[in-house]
């Protein structure tokens, strides 16, 4: 049984709509990622956490922002969907340097 | 930069062979090593991780680290069709967590 989060699973949305995913986790983990990654291509990291109130952006460039309030809680909001933002997001966790338990992913398709 | 390759395939192996998967990376100073499994379609799900020079088996999976060499590799025996994935090399050593490498499509063959 997973023990991260993710909803929705698919999301159909308009173009210019404001969006949030959401992202839960009941390990305790303290960090926290959001990957991006189009059907058969590798993953790109968009923002990460060490903890709480703690974000930072990863390599890809993303039009997306993130918060940390609470540690079990790492949401991804698009304030002005694209047609370029169709893609799976996935977030994962982590305990310390061990290695990141994914949940089941979203995936999102700009019209 | 960081760096983990993976040749990305397809490889494709007869049922019941042994499956062997390799990982390079450029971060001497890495220390951790992951083995991810992602069928099309899904999240990725831990299959192996490995912390030091050698071998580390379970089940019908093994890792390999060769630390000087800069190399990780996975072994599968016994292949099943079910087995039949892309599998991410990643590597821990930077503040920004893991390193992936691109992955390798894996086909087994019935």
């Known amino acids: 049984e997973a023990d991260i989060y993710q909803t929705p699973r698919y999301l159909v949305i308009g173009t210019g709509k404001k969006i949030t995913l959401e992202c839960s986790q009941t390990m305790g983990h303290d960090k926290m990622y959001w990957y991006q990654q189009d059907p058969g291509m590798e993953l790109h990291l968009i923002h990460y956490s060490y903890g709480v109130n703690s974000t930072e952006k990863g390599d890809l460039s993303s039009e997306s922002t993130v918060s940390r309030i609470r540690t079990e809680h790492f949401p991804l909001t698009l304030e002005s969907a694209r047609p370029s933002h169709t893609s799976q997001y996935l977030c994962a966790s982590r305990a310390g340097n061990y290695g990141y338990t994914f949940g089941s992913g979203t995936r999102l398709t700009v019209v | ?110």
Not at chain 2, 9 to 22: D, K, M, Q, R, T
Not at chain 2, 35 to 50: A, F, N, T, V
Not at chain 2, 66 to 86: E, G
């Open chain 2, 1 to 110: 930069q960081k760096e983990v390759e993976q040749n990305s395939g397809p490889l494709s192996v007869p049922e019941g062979a042994i499956a062997s998967l390799n990982c390079t990376y450029s971060d001497r100073g890495s220390q951790s090593f992951f083995w991810y499994r992602q069928y099309s379609g899904k999240s990725p799900e831990l299959i192996m991780s490995i912390y030091s020079n050698g071998d580390k088996e379970d089940g019908r999976f093994t890792a390999q680290l060769n630390k000087a060499s800069q190399y990780v590799s996975l072994l599968i025996r016994d292949s099943q069709p079910s087995d039949s994935a892309t599998y991410l090399c990643a590597v821990n050593g930077g503040a920004d967590g893991l390193t992936f490498g691109k992955g390798t499509h894996l086909i087994i063959q019935p």
